[in-house]
């Protein structure tokens, strides 16, 4: 057998375009893809046709959906056919020479149980992406489905010791709770945030006094605090004339509403301005031209399970990044050195912050300025790939 590895890159997010997991993704291909014993191909089990053309090459790797716009009662009534179609990709793109590795994103669920299984027994080394702490994860919403999926993946989480041989995830806490699930006796790898510094030209940060912009991109659900980053923004309208808060991403359809809600209720909300969902070019434009991107989580211990992915693009821009305090922050920021952390959940604190940031724009730029070289030193992913690749390879 040769040291080559082919990597099939698996799991639930989108391709080639998404948010934070298609991008985490896309950063452990980048990544590993500059080594030439490694080659890469992605297999998406479903995702919708509307979000990405199904079957492509992407960046130089090829991918394919075994089947699209596969969802809810449809994917339930169509399970086997998806099961037996999962499995004769999976076994197409085996290689006789070499070590095959299926990297996964995300645990163990209804769509992928079988296929993982078999993939065990053909001989794949199963590695488990982990950024979700799902036995916390029915806190973030009332839906009925999504308790019943996040109560089926808490079930099969047993199943995973069994499948895996190795762990890669995104806090401390998903490190000590999945090596305390396998006792010890399969590796976990921490893999933190990723953030690609080339999409953030270096260039000195000055806060424009005429107007001031803050930022909010990502998710929209109850874990981010939507309402919390308004109440914050109201306030410090109050007494700013010159701010204005810009946002874009989307969420859930009852997330969304509960988000129009409070903002259709605040005073100033002629100076907020929702973008909605943005292309990446869209996006990245966007984020390097505000002042202050605010990466905003409430108190619930879903948000300090994970580690929101966003907050290493906001620092990588140079600009004073308002961060709230979960998960593996505190590790990485200091409170007025390279960021301003304030209490999760906390609008007054995050008010107290922005003012700050507002009346000491020396400060703002000094602190942006160190916020980027730990975005530089922690989070570029090139500076990840190699010890991941010597993760993949001691399987």
């Not at 940060?205 to 109201?234: E, H, I, N, W």
């Not at 390279?338 to 604190?349: C, F, I, K, P, R």
Request: proline residues 4%; hydrophobic residues 40%; glycine residues 8%.
């Amino acid at each position: 057998m040769t040291n080559k590895i082919n990597l099939v890159v698996m799991g639930t997010f989108n391709y080639p375009y998404g948010m934070a997991g298609t991008k985490r993704v896309q950063h452990v291909i980048n990544a590993l893809k500059q080594y030439s014993d490694v080659s890469i191909q992605v297999i998406l089990q479903r995702q919708s046709s509307r979000d990405n053309i199904l079957c492509g090459i992407h960046e130089g790797t090829p991918y394919q959906t075994v089947m699209g716009d596969l969802f809810r009662a449809k994917m339930v009534a169509l399970l086997p056919l998806f099961y037996l179609k999962t499995i004769r990709v999976l076994k197409d793109v085996w290689r006789q020479n070499g070590t095959n590795i299926i990297y996964h994103y995300g645990p163990v669920s209804l769509d992928n149980l079988l296929p993982l299984y078999f993939s065990r027994r053909l001989g794949y080394k199963i590695v488990f992406d982990i950024v979700e702490d799902n036995d916390v994860a029915k806190s973030i919403s009332s839906s009925f489905y999504h308790c019943a999926q996040v109560s089926c993946i808490s079930v099969l989480s047993s199943i995973m010791p069994a499948l895996a041989s190795g762990f890669v995830a995104i806090s401390s806490h998903l490190v000590n709770k999945y090596r305390t699930l396998c006792r010890g006796c399969i590796p976990v790898h921490y893999l933190p945030i990723s953030v690609d510094m080339d999409c953030f030209p270096d260039k000195p940060f000055r806060m424009d006094q005429k107007t001031v912009s803050l930022f909010y991109g990502g998710s929209f659900g109850r874990k981010d605090g939507l309402p919390v980053l308004l109440d914050a923004f109201d306030r410090l309208a109050g007494i700013h004339q010159n701010v204005r808060l810009v946002l874009t991403g989307r969420g859930d359809k009852a997330a969304q509403q509960e988000f129009s809600d409070r903002l259709e209720m605040s005073p100033y909300k002629n100076w907020i301005e929702y973008k909605g969902y943005l292309d990446e070019k869209e996006y990245y434009s966007v984020l390097n031209d505000v002042d202050i991107p605010c990466m905003t989580r409430v108190d619930l211990a879903f948000a300090h399970a994970g580690f929101p992915f966003k907050l290493g693009e906001f620092l990588a821009t140079g600009k004073p990044v308002i961060a709230s305090r979960v998960s593996d922050v505190d590790s990485f920021l200091a409170h007025g050195h390279n960021a301003m952390l304030v209490q999760a959940g906390s609008s007054t604190e995050i008010f107290e912050a922005a003012d700050y940031l507002i009346n000491n724009p020396e400060s703002a730029a000094a602190i942006g300025g160190r916020g980027r070289e730990v975005a530089s030193t922690y989070f570029d992913y090139r500076q990840r790939g190699t010890a991941l690749l010597k993760f993949l390879k001691s399987l």
